[in-house]
């Protein structure tokens, strides 16, 4: 098996197909482990390929090595998005600076998403509604504070 591993490792075509798959993906992945997984997936390709499913074992290697980098990718996405990010919180008179001019319901529900860090479900219970209706109430709150903050600054 050594042997075969060894041949397949510096075979041209086998060389092309990895060359090809890893090209689409260099930007993403860190060469040392775009080269890992073309050998551990030409490795794991020489001992499970069977030719009696009629592809091409080029094919096969193709395939394998886009399951492989795009696994890796899935688990880096994972790993950032479970970095936890934290959030200054800003000061009352920051906010009720930026808050003028803002009705009462709206400076309620941004003051419990942003500076009492609610759950969107928290903030539909504690307002009588669903989560999905709070979500759109503070996009639309959002909104409002853009433009009135935007409208303050044209009129200096």
């Known amino acids: 098996m050594n042997r075969n ?30 080269s890992s997984l073309r050998h551990v997936t030409l490795w794991e390709c020489l001992k499970k390929y069977d030719e009696t499913r009629g592809a091409k074992f080029t094919s096969y290697l193709f395939q394998q090595l886009t399951f492989a980098i795009k696994n890796k990718l899935k688990r880096k996405k994972r790993e950032f998005t479970n970095i936890p990010i934290e959030i200054p919180k800003l000061a009352a008179e920051t906010a009720e600076i ?19 860090n609610m759950t969107m479900e928290e903030i539909g219970k504690a307002n009588g509604y669903s989560r999905e209706t709070a979500r759109r109430k503070i ?16 009129l200096v």
């Open 5 to 34: 591993f060894d041949e397949a490792v510096v075979n041209i075509d086998y060389k092309r197909i990895m060359d090809k798959v890893c090209s689409k993906y260099c930007h993403f992945v860190d060469p040392d482990d775009i």
């Open 98 to 116: 930026a808050l003028d001019g803002v009705s009462d319901e709206y400076k309620a529900l941004l003051s419990q998403k942003y500076l009492q």
């Open 139 to 154: 996009k639309r709150a959002l909104v409002h504070c853009k433009r009135v903050n935007h409208e303050d600054r044209s």
